[in-house]
């Protein structure tokens, strides 16, 4: 199934992101009413858990003020700290690229697979998303459900529906979806962080979305989708959002102040760090009130 494929020509690398257009930003800039901000993000640290099958964040200062201490040159006096960070690009609170997934050889659009090669991405790579400002749209299952879903459970297109239905926020095309699980709010809390077991959205209620024009998908746990797949599929949701359906997913988020602040609708502003060829990349979004 492939039915973005060639809508905004064959030349497309950016998506569902077509949706967002001048008049939904606009729109979106509109529905600030406090001038409030709220970050959505997790802060990034050597100790943030990630999955074993990625090396974690290493960060480590090149000069700082121990350096003095000991002696170092201060010419004029100046004196300044410098540091470096190292990390995989899906950790934390990241968006992925559309070429991060695919399936049958074929990224979105129907760009081959060998576009993505050991240099990077040569066709689909984050520096394609842009800046991403729209209408953000929180679905808040954890109120709906009256405390955080547990692992593995699958939210489906009735699910959504009620959560759409509770928000009194009817879904437009080019708005950004947040879905809150509770899922990073347990970790957050101390329970054990497992990756391989989460709550999330199961296929039909991912294609609901995309059919809906959704620009964003984003969610508080790492995978968006539920944990583990259903039987004989791996990773349906992203295949069905990022491959067939050019939808960016936003995984990480923290979702907790936001949905304290009873806001179902809001400016909703993300973007990458243009690392070219690149298929994700750690991000801070917010969301403007």
Request: proline fraction near 6%.
């Given at each position: 199934?492939k039915?973005?494929w060639g809508?905004?020509g064959?030349?497309?690398?950016?998506?569902?992101?077509?949706?967002?257009?001048?008049?939904?930003?606009?729109?979106?800039?509109?529905?600030?009413?406090?001038g409030r901000?709220?970050?959505?993000?997790?802060?990034?640290?050597?100790?943030?858990?990630?999955?074993?099958?990625?090396?974690?964040?290493?960060?480590?200062?090149?000069?700082?003020?121990?350096?003095?201490?000991a002696?170092?040159?201060?010419?004029?006096g100046?004196?300044?700290?410098?540091d470096?960070v190292v990390?995989?690009?899906?950790?934390?609170?990241?968006?992925d690229?559309?070429?991060?997934c695919?399936?049958?050889?074929?990224?979105?659009?129907?760009?081959?697979?060998?576009?993505?090669?050991?240099?990077?991405?040569?066709?689909?790579g984050?520096?394609?998303?842009?800046?991403?400002?729209?209408?953000?749209v929180l679905l808040?299952?954890?109120?709906?459900?009256?405390?955080?879903?547990?692992?593995?459970?699958?939210?489906g297109?009735n699910?959504?529906?009620?959560?759409?239905e509770?928000?009194?926020a009817?879904?437009?095309?080019?708005?950004?979806?947040?879905l809150?699980?509770?899922?990073?709010?347990?970790?957050?809390?101390?329970e054990?962080?497992?990756?391989?077991?989460?709550?999330?959205?199961?296929?039909?209620?991912?294609l609901?979305?995309?059919?809906?024009?959704?620009?964003?998908?984003g969610?508080?746990?790492?995978?968006v989708e539920?944990?583990?797949?259903?039987?004989?599929?791996?990773?349906?949701?992203?295949?069905?959002?990022?491959?067939?359906?050019?939808v960016v997913?936003?995984?990480?988020?923290?979702?907790?102040?936001?949905?304290?602040?009873?806001?179902?609708?809001?400016l909703?502003?993300?973007?990458?760090?243009?690392?070219?060829?690149?298929?994700?990349?750690?991000?801070n979004?917010?969301?403007?009130?």
């Amino acid at each position: 199934m492939k039915d973005a494929w060639g809508k905004w020509g064959e030349a497309d690398e950016r998506g569902a992101l077509n949706h967002i257009g001048a008049p939904q930003v606009r729109n979106a800039a509109q529905l600030v009413r406090q001038g409030r901000t709220i970050s959505l993000a997790q802060q990034i640290s050597a100790t943030m858990p990630v999955p074993s099958s990625r090396p974690g964040v290493m960060h480590f200062m090149n000069r700082d003020g121990g350096d003095y201490a000991a002696g170092r040159r201060r010419p004029g006096g100046f004196q300044f700290a410098d540091d470096t960070v190292v990390m995989p690009l899906h950790a934390g609170t990241h968006l992925d690229a559309l070429c991060h997934c695919w399936y049958d050889d074929m990224l979105y659009n129907g760009f081959s697979a060998t576009e993505v090669k050991s240099n990077g991405a040569a066709r689909l790579g984050v520096q394609q998303l842009g800046p991403i400002a729209t209408t953000g749209v929180l679905l808040d299952f954890v109120a709906l459900n009256g405390g955080p879903l547990a692992d593995g459970f699958a939210i489906g297109p009735n699910m959504v529906q009620a959560a759409i239905e509770r928000s009194g926020a009817l879904l437009a095309k080019g708005d950004a979806v947040l879905l809150r699980t509770g899922w990073q709010e347990r970790s957050a809390a101390g329970e054990p962080v497992n990756f391989d077991n989460e709550p999330g959205l199961d296929r039909e209620a991912g294609l609901l979305l995309a059919e809906a024009g959704v620009a964003l998908v984003g969610a508080d746990n790492f995978a968006v989708e539920v944990l583990p797949f259903r039987a004989g599929t791996v990773f349906p949701v992203h295949q069905c959002l990022i491959r067939d359906h050019g939808v960016v997913l936003l995984e990480g988020l923290e979702l907790a102040e936001l949905a304290a602040q009873n806001v179902a609708r809001f400016l909703f502003v993300a973007a990458a760090l243009p690392i070219r060829g690149a298929t994700g990349s750690p991000v801070n979004p917010v969301a403007i009130l």
